[in-house]
T-cell receptor, first 118, second 117 residues
Framework: AQKVTQAQTEISVVEKEDVTLDCVYE???????LFWYKQPPSGELVFLIR??????QNEISGRYSWNFQKSTSSFNFTITASQVVDSAVYFC???????????????FGKGTKLTVNP | DTEVTQTPKHLVMGMTNKKSLKCEQH?????MYWYKQKAKKPPELMFV???????INESVPSRFSPECPNSSLLNLHLHALQPEDSALYLC????????????????FGDGTRLSIL
């Protein structure tokens, strides 16, 4: 069975601090995909990144960076120099590479609520 | 602005009412999804349509009835709901095209906040 664990329920930081959101996953599949989504108070889930299990390269996009380590089954997300607009709930998610006409089931972690204070 | 449009944004209904939630996307995506999200919880998958056919039903009660009239539209018909059905209902779509490969990101709408009195 697939499982995603986000152990940090809530994190509060002061603007300009760096913050890392942890994500640990479990799967028996050798091919799988990992995602991060951001959910601001407005409700929409905003896609941030998709990673497949064969690509362990870390990725940087502006102030965002992701550290994927298969050895520890972790896919952590770091925000550098956090800003108030980064305040949101962040979800890590996992899907198996099971082609069924293109409909894949996302397994979400419980989410981490990040509050960035001015 | 999101590319997946959901209407209405808010809905209050009694337990005997019949209403529908609507979702529309014009990105050419062939998979569409309904999720239910309670406060402080992650989204829970309800239904998936792939190429306008229902491909996944996560044992959702029959008081929720999905419909996919065409590749751009997805409806969720509601009837005789219970107070515990109050939640944010999210629609999503993904390319799900063999040419683009599987497990493409899902694009979400802003959701409909549903309250059952």
């Amino acid at each position: 069975a697939q499982k995603v664990t986000q152990a940090q329920t809530e994190i509060s930081v002061v603007e300009k601090e760096d913050v890392t959101l942890d994500c640990v996953y479990e799967t028996r599949d050798t091919t799988y995909y990992l995602f991060w989504y951001k959910q601001p108070p407005s409700g929409e889930l905003v896609f941030l990144i998709r990673r497949n299990s064969f690509d362990e390269q870390n990725e940087i996009s502006g102030r965002y960076s992701w550290n994927f380590q298969k050895s520890t089954s972790s896919f952590n997300f770091t925000i550098t120099a956090s800003q108030v607009v980064d305040s949101a709930v962040y979800f890590c998610a996992l899907s198996e590479a099971n082609w069924r006409g293109g409909s894949e089931k996302l397994v979400f972690g419980k989410g981490t609520k990040l509050t960035v204070n001015p | 602005d999101t590319e997946v449009t959901q209407t209405p944004k808010h809905l209050v209904m009694g337990m005997t009412n019949k209403k529908s939630l609507k979702c529309e996307q014009h990105m050419g995506h062939r998979a569409m999804y309904w999720y239910k999200q309670k406060a402080k919880k992650p989204p829970e998958l309800m239904f998936v349509y792939s190429y306008e056919k229902l491909s996944i039903n996560e044992s959702v009660p029959s008081r929720f009835s999905p419909e996919c009239p065409n590749s751009s539209l997805l409806n969720l018909h509601l009837h005789a709901l219970q107070p515990e059905d109050s939640a944010l209902y999210l629609c999503a779509s993904s390319p799900s095209d063999r040419a683009t490969g599987s497990n493409q990101p899902q694009h979400f709408g802003d959701g409909t906040r549903l309250s059952i009195l």
